[in-house]
């Protein structure tokens, strides 16, 4: 299968002719980066270093009126994983749909990246090696001042009779502009499994964007209620604000503050599960740099989190900028330990990035974190302070 990705890549690059009626267009990424990993806690635990591939080549067919046809295919590697005899055959498909365009219409069908607003609640994860994509279809319709979005994919497929054990997921975003300078967004997303009594998990919620003057703000509040496997009743909550001020300077610099609370539950054993889950989100770009909160139940042992943050940021270039944040995470619910003690501490990290443009194709990006842990990390994994470092470049281009 993987073979003849690679043979259709080929003939759009080398046959043009067959498309004398459309327009192709090329896209690509190569992005390459060093990560140092010492991330466990341990001061006697060894260093890892290894090295994270990712390249991706795309091709948009148009007629350049109603439809798009969008192919894209990824490699995705780690350096040395395979041996120099091997071939894990890594090749496969990032992307492939169909788009439709009428008016204020638009449908996408087919296998797709998806991201609503600032990617806390679905975004493909873009800094991982291997990006979040659904299957299904999407469609949008834009009128004066508002937009509207809706979703269904299926994320797992059993092939079982009557469905057992498939899930799908229904969303609708609505984007309202209330003013020049204030947005307001609320949405909508309906996780399902088959049966249902597996899952069926309803997501309520909004998003709110604005200005005035230099100040800035970015706004988000979500409910989920439903039911989950155990027969338990689901009521979880997220809410997260990020206030930045602009100093409208040469340096562009700014500086923000922002809060982040993920609900917990505080007894597993009951008939409630109170931990929020937004498992099709980006957390790398809001839970610190280090990932230590990728899954919100298993990654808190459903205790959940509080993260209060803040950040300053400032291009010390006119090609190079920088952003050094400051994260102190708390639990919601406490840990409790049999000899009585309570803990609700997970620690407090530091990340230090940098960003370099070479032209208008390629970055280079590069920094680092440290993270002293609290009573819980220090209860679950050690005392010591964790670190970690990375280096790479990202090549990214498309033709206009």
Excluded: C
């Excluded at 008939?271 to 839970?287: A, I, Q, R, W």
């Amino acid at each position: 299968m993987k073979r003849y990705i690679l043979y259709l890549m080929l003939s759009l690059l080398f046959t043009p002719n067959l498309f004398s009626q459309l327009t192709v267009k090329f896209n690509g990424e190569l992005r390459t980066r060093l990560e140092i990993d010492a991330r466990n806690f341990n001061r006697n635990g060894e260093w890892q270093n290894y090295i994270d591939n990712r390249a991706r080549l795309g091709a948009v067919v148009s007629n350049n009126d109603d439809f798009d046809f969008v192919f894209k295919i990824i490699d995705s590697r780690t350096f040395g994983q395979a041996g120099v005899q091997n071939n894990f055959k890594n090749i496969d498909l990032n992307e492939v749909y169909l788009k439709l365009n009428k008016g204020e219409w638009e449908f996408i069908l087919g296998r797709q990246e998806a991201k609503y607003y600032n990617g806390r609640i679905i975004a493909p994860s873009d800094w991982g090696n291997v990006p979040i994509v659904f299957e299904g279809a999407t469609a949008r319709y834009s009128g004066k001042g508002y937009r509207l979005n809706a979703f269904a994919f299926r994320t797992a497929e059993r092939l079982l009779p009557d469905d057992d054990f498939d899930r799908n997921l229904f969303g609708l975003f609505t984007e309202f502009r209330l003013s020049d300078n204030v947005q307001f967004n609320p949405f909508l997303l309906y996780d399902r499994a088959t049966p249902p009594s597996e899952l069926s998990r309803l997501t309520l919620g909004a998003n709110s964007v604005g200005y005035l003057g230099p100040f800035n703000y970015d706004f988000d509040f979500a409910y989920q209620l439903g039911n989950i496997s155990g027969g338990k009743n689901i009521s979880a909550l997220m809410a997260a604000i990020t206030l930045d001020y602009n100093f409208r300077t040469q340096s562009k610099a700014s500086v923000g503050v922002g809060f982040d609370f993920y609900s917990g539950d505080a007894d597993p054993n009951d008939d409630k599960s109170t931990v929020f889950d937004n498992s099709y989100s980006s957390k790398h770009g809001f839970l610190g740099d280090m990932d230590y909160f990728k899954l919100i139940a298993t990654s808190t042992w459903n205790l959940g989190v509080m993260d209060f943050y803040a950040y300053y940021k400032m291009a010390l270039a006119p090609w190079l900028a920088a952003k050094l944040t400051g994260h102190y995470f708390n639990s919601d619910v406490v840990l409790k330990l049999n000899n009585g003690d309570e803990l609700s501490n997970y620690g407090t990290e530091v990340d230090l990035s940098f960003l370099a443009k070479y032209n208008e194709y390629i970055n280079f990006m590069f920094g680092g974190a440290t993270f002293l842990p609290g009573d819980i990390f220090k209860n679950k994994f050690g005392d010591e302070t964790a670190f970690w470092f990375y280096a790479g470049f990202q090549l990214s281009f498309s033709q206009k």
